[in-house]
């Protein structure tokens, strides 16, 4: 089954940086709004920043200023720059339409730690 695969979490201390990917082969991101999930332990998944096609973008109150969403049309690649991370940031990113269909296949998400 096609799905998104995302890359670039890690381990960071409060107040650093990350930037995160997200591609696939077979999905053809540039025809969808996408955007990027997060699924802290025990929590429910939610939207934290989207992305129309021509770039307009809308972020959670939670990450606004903070995290920046973009794409690359031409790599079929999507972005999340997270500046200033703090502890409740952490989290279990993915990335995916907006808003999200049932035949949408999730991704294996990637994992971002942020220590105080």
Request: charged share 15%.
């Amino acid at each position: 089954q096609v799905q998104p695969v995302e890359s670039g979490g890690g381990l960071v201390q409060a107040g650093g940086s990350l930037r995160l990917s997200c591609a696939a082969s077979g999905i053809n991101f540039s025809s969808w709004t996408m955007g990027w999930y997060r699924q802290a332990p025990g929590k429910q998944r939610d939207l934290v920043a989207s992305i129309t096609i021509g770039g307009s973008t809308n972020y959670a109150d939670s990450v606004k200023g903070r995290f920046t969403i973009s794409r690359d049309n031409a790599k079929n690649t999507v972005y999340l720059q997270m500046n200033s991370l703090k502890p409740e940031d952490t989290a279990v990113y993915y990335c995916n339409k907006v808003p999200h269909s049932p035949w949408a296949a999730w991704g294996q998400g990637t994992v971002v730690t942020v220590s105080s």
